[in-house]
C-alpha cells in the first residue's frame, strides 16, 4: 500500500489515509487501496476500527480535483460510484469504526467521515461541503448523509452555501461527537474503540446492523429487524457469559473477555 497504512493495536485496527503533500485528498489510488484494506481486516480479532489522516494538518481534504477537473460526464459519474462503493462499504462494515478527525475534513473527507459510526475531531478540525463552489454537487454521499445526520436544513445551508465550519459548531449541530486537543485526539479514539472492544462483539456488531437497517425502514418494519437481531443474540457463548456473570452474586471469578461466539 502506497496511501493507506493500517496497524492493529490488541483488538483495535488503526486505518491512516497517508498522501500527506496533498492533505490526504483522495484519488482513485487511495480509494482501491481503502477498499483493500478493508477486505483485509480480520473480523476474527479486530473488534473496532479507527479512520484517521496522516499528519497534523488534514483528516482527508477532499477528493482530488486534478483527477477530476479532466472528467467526462460518463467518468464523473463512474469516479462518484467508485468513491460511494468504498463509504457504503465503511458504513455497512460488520464492526464499528470511529473517525479521528485531525484537521481538514472538506468534500470528500466530510464525506467519508460521515461514513464513519462515530466521528470525533480535533479542535483545529474543518468541515465542509465546498463542492458548489467548484461547479458540482458532492459525489461520495454528502446530499444525504449530512441531510441525515444534521437535518435537511442544516445540510443544505452548508451545501448550498459552500461554507466551512469549525470545530465547535460541527458539534453544535451534531455532525461530531466531542471536540479534543489535537495532541490528544488519538488516546480518545483508541480509548473509546478499547471501551467498544472489550464488550460482546456480536451484541456489538448487531447493534449497529439494527441502528443502520432500522433507519431506512418504517418504525413497524425497524422494530421487526431489531427483533430479530436481539434473538440472534441469544445462544451465543458471549450471552450466556454476560449473563451468567452478571446474575453471578459472588463475583469473585476475574471476568474474562468475550468471545465472539
Not at 55 to 60: M, N, P, T, Y
Not at 99 to 124: H, P, Q, T
Not at 196 to 224: F, H, Q
Request: aromatic share 6%; hydrophobic share 45%; proline share 3%.
Amino acid at each position: 500500500m502506497e496511501f493507506v497504512l493500517y496497524e492493529v493495536k490488541g483488538q483495535v485496527g488503526i486505518i491512516t489515509i497517508s498522501r500527506e503533500k496533498a492533505l490526504n485528498a483522495l484519488n482513485s489510488a487511495v480509494l482501491d487501496e481503502l477498499d483493500k484494506t478493508l477486505d483485509a481486516v480480520d473480523l476474527d480479532t479486530v473488534r473496532c476500527l479507527i479512520l484517521t489522516g496522516a499528519g497534523q494538518k488534514s483528516f482527508v481534504a477532499g477528493a482530488d480535483i486534478g483527477e477530476m477537473s479532466t472528467l467526462t460526464k460518463a467518468e464523473g459519474e463512474a469516479f462518484g460510484k467508485k468513491g460511494n462503493d468504498v463509504f457504503r462499504k465503511l458504513e455497512v462494515f460488520p464492526i464499528p469504526v470511529i473517525a479521528a478527525v485531525n484537521g481538514f475534513a472538506l468534500g470528500g473527507g466530510c464525506e467519508i467521515s460521515m461514513s464513519c459510526d462515530i466521528r470525533i475531531c480535533s479542535d483545529n478540525a474543518v468541515f465542509g461541503q465546498p463542492e458548489v463552489g467548484l461547479g458540482i454537487t458532492p459525489g461520495f454521499g454528502g446530499t444525504q448523509r449530512l441531510a441525515r445526520l444534521v437535518g435537511p436544513g442544516i445540510a443544505k445551508q452548508m451545501i448550498y452555501t459552500a461554507r466551512n465550519i469549525k470545530a465547535d459548531e460541527a458539534l453544535r449541530i451534531g455532525l461530531v461527537n466531542a471536540v479534543y486537543p489535537q495532541e490528544e485526539l488519538m488516546a480518545a479514539a483508541e480509548k473509546m474503540a478499547a471501551g467498544i472492544a472489550k464488550n460482546a462483539p456480536i451484541a456489538v456488531r448487531n447493534c449497529k446492523k439494527a441502528i443502520n437497517d432500522g433507519l431506512e425502514a418504517g418504525m413497524d418494519d425497524a422494530i421487526v429487524i431489531e427483533e430479530k437481531l436481539f434473538g440472534d443474540c441469544f445462544e451465543t457463548e458471549d450471552q450466556k457469559y454476560g449473563m451468567a456473570f452478571f446474575l453471578d452474586k459472588n463475583k469473585e471469578k476475574v471476568k474474562e473477555p468475550f468471545q465472539n461466539k
